[in-house]
């Protein structure tokens, strides 16, 4: 790498050091040295307290987003065997090797957080494996494994320091549980599991260990999917409890015990009438929310602000209350946490700091559209129901609802428990219009296959304004599940079923 001088005349070491080599901290480094910043990223994993750690490129390449969807993916192909017998596949072998997975996908992430490396320093970027905190609002130190310090002054700070997994206030739970840190490289199969919560990272993760044939239940303490639109959560909930997934509702573990046998005791009590019970797992994974990781930055040092409630930032277009010091990612109060917001955010606050030509463009942070990686894929932009009769009442609101079945999934006739494996009607589309705004469309959900795939392309129609007319007016693909918003008729308000009864 050649040393580059400062872009700025400030007389600090470096134009920018980035705190935090994730999603957002690596695009932020990468798009300021591109502008010809002077820049540093610090990178420092501190292990889980089931002593789980990793390497660079933070939490959706190491614990987050590729992981899961690998495993989510597992989960996938061992549910389409079924499928795969009746298109006239014979099927040696159905059973699966967790510790190959975990290899394998472990495999692919080191591969990716070499790439970060190399990638940063053709870059430019000098990139330090070491812990960030503040000594000014110029100045940083960084606290190398070996105890070694580094002290490093610079013009601008960027925090990137994203979040961890929360514990539950409950006794035992950080010596018996594990989180989302550990259960990607666990070497051992999980077993018979309960996963803790009720939100994106429990559901996901209950959603592939049981298509992946291991005895699992979910603990949900009060509501699915708290913020999603709750017709749709529970039926996720519903079509995870049919195809496998216990769940415990209304019930919130109080005390975790480790049993001479390694197994865990987890007491339970009813969050509506006051009971307790008991059950045994071989493994819990708490996923009750993440914690943004600021208290080790000194942030008082530096003069910035944060929620002591949570430990996040509040910023105003990523800019702290300190004139050079910037935030990113998921560190950021009430932002979503999600690697495209962060990557966006990141790469926009950079180029309106150091490009040559004036760039204006800022975070947008409305209509970002999200998936829900359940076995049946939830794919969603905008307002919940719920959201929009409270924004606009309920006059105002006009939902547009279909029930519908893949074309790929008519083959499989296959029951289990009693259950077919692929039903007719449990796949959902549910478009909200405003009446009072020329029936724009507010909220956008999908449930049933490649959500992801198929919400993307909705979400430029969304931030371009599209009305219930646009949607009637675009063409579909057929066959493809993604036509249905192109052919949606039954309001809920009519009373209609909109259940399909044959193709
Ligand atoms: P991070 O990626 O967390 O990076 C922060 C980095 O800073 C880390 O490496 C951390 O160790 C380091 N660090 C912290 N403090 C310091 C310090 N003082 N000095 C130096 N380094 C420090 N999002 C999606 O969009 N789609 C998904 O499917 C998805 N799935 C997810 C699944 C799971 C299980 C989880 C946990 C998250 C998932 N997310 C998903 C969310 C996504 O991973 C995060 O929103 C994203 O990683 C946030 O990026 P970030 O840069 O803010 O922080
Ligand atoms: P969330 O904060 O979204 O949800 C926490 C869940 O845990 C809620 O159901 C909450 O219940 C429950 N809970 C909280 N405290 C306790 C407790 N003490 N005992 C029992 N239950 C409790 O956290 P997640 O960890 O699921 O996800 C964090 C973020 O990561 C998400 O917001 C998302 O942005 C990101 N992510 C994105 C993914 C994607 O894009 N597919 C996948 C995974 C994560 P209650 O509602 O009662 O408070």
């Known amino acids: 790498m050649t040393e580059t001088s400062c872009k700025g005349d400030h007389g600090h070491e470096y ?51 590729i992981p899961k969807k690998l495993m989510h993916q597992a989960g996938i192909l061992g549910e389409s065997f079924s499928d795969a017998r009746e298109y006239g596949w014979k099927l040696a072998s159905e059973g699966h090797d967790w510790g190959k997975m975990v290899e394998q996908i472990q495999n692919h992430i080191g591969s990716l957080n070499f790439g970060y490396r190399t990638t940063l320093r053709e870059k430019n970027v000098t990139y330090v494996n070491a812990y960030g905190r503040f000594k000014d609002k110029n100045t940083i130190i960084a606290t190398k494994k070996n105890g070694q310090e580094q002290v490093i002054t610079t013009d601008k700070v960027v925090v990137a320091v994203g979040g961890r997994p929360s514990y539950p206030d409950a006794p035992g739970a950080k010596e018996c549980c594990i989180t989302s840190d550990d259960i990607f490289s666990k070497p051992e199969a999980p077993g018979k599991t309960l996963c803790v919560g009720a939100s994106y990272i429990s559901l996901e993760t209950a959603g592939f260990l049981t298509a992946l044939g291991f005895d699992t239940a979910v603990a949900i303490r009060s509501i699915p999917l708290r913020g999603f639109d709750q017709e749709v959560a529970e039926k996720i909930v519903k079509y995870m409890g049919e195809h496998g997934t216990r769940f415990l509702r209304d019930s919130q573990p109080t005390v975790f015990e480790k049993q001479e046998d390694g197994k865990i005791k987890v007491t339970f009590e009813n969050t509506m009438f006051g009971n307790t019970f008991e059950e ?80 204006k463009e800022k975070m947008n942070y409305d209509l970002v559209p999200t998936t829900v990686f359940t076995p049946l894929e939830y794919g969603t932009i905008g307002m919940s129901e719920e959201l929009a009769v409270e924004t606009y009442g309920a006059d105002n609101v006009e939902c547009y609802v279909s029930y519908f079945k893949p074309l790929e999934w008519t083959l499989n006739h296959e029951e289990h428990k009693g259950v077919p494996v692929r039903g007719d009607n449990a796949c959902y589309v549910k478009l909200i219009t405003n009446l009072a705004d020329d029936e724009r469309v507010v909220g956008f959900h999908y449930l049933g296959p490649n959500a992801g795939e198929v919400t993307q392309g909705y979400a430029v129609a969304m931030k371009m304004g599209a009305t219930k007319k646009d949607f009637d007016e675009t063409v579909g693909i057929h066959p493809t599940v993604s036509e249905e918003f192109t052919i949606l008729e039954i309001t809920k308000r009519s009373g209609i079923d909109p259940t399909k009864k044959g193709c």
């Open 15 to 65: 134009d920018v050091v980035v705190i935090g080599g994730g999603s957002g901290g690596l695009a932020a480094a990468k798009e300021a040295a591109k502008h010809g910043a002077k820049t540093m990223c610090l990178d420092f994993v501190k292990p889980s307290p089931a002593g789980t750690t990793w390497g660079l490129g933070g939490t959706c390449v190491n614990v987050g987003c």
């Open 280 to 359: 045994t797992f071989d493994t819990v994974v708490c996923a009750v929310g993440r914690d943004a990781v600021t208290e080790g930055l000194d942030l008082p040092a530096a003069g910035v602000e944060f929620n002591p409630k949570n430990g996040k930032i509040a910023c105003v277009d990523e800019q702290t209350n300190v004139d050079n010091i910037y935030a990113i990612g998921d560190v950021l109060d009430t932002r979503q946490e999600l690697t495209p917001v962060a990557i966006k955010a990141g790469v926009r606050l950079m180029r309106r700091v150091f490009a040559d030509t004036p760039y």
